[in-house]
């Protein structure tokens, strides 16, 4: 019995994110990615990688395709580029928060 399943080789979703500002009060941030999707052999090894772990940003330079809602200070659209992602992932927890977010939306989910 063979089974299709056709799946595009990209894989859109939305980061959401909250970061506190100085009071302590969460402000929540959301922008959406555009990524290489990654069969899961792939991904397992790429997680795996030579033992000593997954730089998330690193990890995510190199899948991510376009990103949209990220603003500068004056709340012009910021055009995707690898040294615009590393700047946002300056932040401590955004790639981090990239990444799990990229390996929960990649794959399949169950559907009710």
């Known amino acids: ?39 899961s052999e792939v991904l397992h090894a790429r997680i795996k990688g030579d033992g000593d772990g997954v730089v998330f ?5 190199e899948v991510i395709l376009d990103w949209t809602a990220v603003v500068d200070a004056d709340d012009a659209p910021v055009p995707y580029s690898e040294s ?3 700047a946002l992932c300056k932040t401590p ?13 990649v794959g399949a989910k169950e559907k009710n």
Request: net charge positive.
């Open 57 to 61: 940003a690193d990890f995510m330079a």
């Open 84 to 86: 615009a992602w590393r």
């Open 1 to 39: 019995m063979a089974i299709k399943i056709v799946v595009s080789d990209k894989v859109g979703f939305k980061v959401k994110l909250a970061i506190n500002d100085a009071t302590g009060k969460a402000q929540s941030f959301e922008f959406g990615l555009t990524c290489k999707r990654l069969e």
């Open 93 to 105: 927890g955004v790639g981090k928060v990239s990444f799990d977010t990229y390996c929960r939306e």
